[in-house]
């Protein structure tokens, strides 16, 4: 049966008010990887029956990948979605019109995946070591990779191949933005000429993420040394330093409209203004505390006032950013064949729409979750 087969049965499914076949079409829609927008987007009351039922078909009773999981924003309804088996992928992100994204991974690849159909695209190969970060230009088809090689790319996305390299590291580098405005990213670089513009110095030990913002403060970063750092771009000087962490910081995540950030440590998520006056300790899941008492907290992702957190031993939780309350955490499983211990979650990003989340993880996998409504 065709893809456009099962999207019209499916599509007369709804507007007949009839759910006499919803079990076997569903069921080939999971087994084929179809998620039409249209099953997500129905509000009006006279089919929200249908989609419910399809929604709520029993989940042991299909042929799911054990792996498939979901992603609850708002509301009570299941939709599994896929599992993609990739080497283990440490990074990721969309670009910015939702077409497609893009993963990087321990064998030095960076795969481009189809939005919709989750269907790789191709691949780019040019790194020698493992690929730690990706960031994609919302001004140009540029998408700039690093890497444990040292060096910082710029792939030119319509001719898929390397158009610049950027050399300066003297170790991996794990972490890059893309300034909005100013086409400029940190180590900081400028793309044109490939010079380097300033080194911020600061931080004791090694620096996990890199974010560019348009406004001030343009630069930020976190690092093992515990610490989270605003930078004066301009200057190449740190503005201010969030010193509330008594541990690592591995990630953070900053919502623009509030001026504000929220940063994962090994003790605990909180959030601060921009100005790094803190603001509020959030709950984090106690199954997540571990026997020494630490959480690793290895990826935070924001879209539309909802984080997600991804751990290192698999499990997961969402939070309200205004509320700070965490109204969703689990655990994912791993792959079959995986070992136990490599659920962790290496990355995570919303997509433009904040619909869909994707995440890496270390058994290889890729997953894809989507909002239930």
């Avoid at 004066?232 to 509030?258: P, Q, W």
């Amino acid at each position: 049966m065709s893809y456009k087969q099962l999207k019209d049965d499916i599509k007369n499914i709804v507007f007949e008010e009839t759910t006499d076949n919803a079990r076997e079409i569903y069921h080939s829609f999971l087994r084929n990887r179809y998620f039409p927008d249209y099953l997500y987007n129905m509000r009006t009351t006279s089919k929200t029956s249908i989609l419910y039922g399809l929604r709520d078909l029993p989940i042991d009773k299909l042929d799911l990948p054990i792996a498939s999981t979901s992603l609850t924003l708002r509301g009570t309804a299941t939709i599994p979605t896929p599992t993609i088996n990739t080497p283990t992928s440490s990074s990721c992100a969309f670009d910015p019109e939702n077409r497609f994204f893009v993963t990087g991974s321990s064998d030095r690849t960076i795969k481009v995946w189809d939005t919709i159909t989750s269907e790789l695209q191709y691949t780019l190969t040019s790194h020698i070591m493992s690929v730690t970060d990706m960031a994609i230009s919302a001004r140009h088809p540029y998408l700039f990779s690093v890497s444990e090689d040292k060096t910082v790319k710029c792939w030119d996305l319509e001719k898929n191949s390397v158009i610049r390299d950027y050399h300066g590291h003297l170790s991996a580098v794990y972490s890059v933005d893309v300034h909005p405005d100013l086409d400029i990213f940190v180590r900081v670089w400028d793309i044109r000429t490939r010079l380097p513009i300033h080194v911020l110095t600061g931080h004791r030990s090694f620096v996990n993420k890199v974010k560019c913002e348009s406004d001030e403060p343009q630069v930020i970063s976190c690092s093992s040394d515990s610490t989270v750092k605003t930078w004066d771009l301009r200057m190449g000087k740190v503005r201010d330093t969030i010193t509330y962490h008594a541990k690592s910081v591995r990630s953070f995540c900053v919502n623009e409209d509030k001026h504000e950030l929220v940063s994962g440590s090994s003790d605990g998520v909180k959030k601060f203004t921009l100005d790094c006056k803190f603001l509020q300790d959030w709950q984090v899941p106690k199954h997540d505390v571990l026997e020494h008492g630490n959480l690793i907290i290895n990826t935070l992702s924001t879209k539309d006032g909802v984080v997600f957190a991804g751990f290192d031993d698999g499990k997961f939780a969402f939070w309200d950013w205004e509320t700070g309350e965490m109204f969703q955490n689990g655990q994912q499983p791993v792959v079959p064949g995986s070992l136990a211990n490599e659920g962790g979650i290496l990355c995570s990003t919303f997509d433009q729409s904040g619909e869909m989340l994707v995440s890496g993880s270390i058994d290889k996998s890729i997953r894809i979750w989507r909002k239930d409504t």
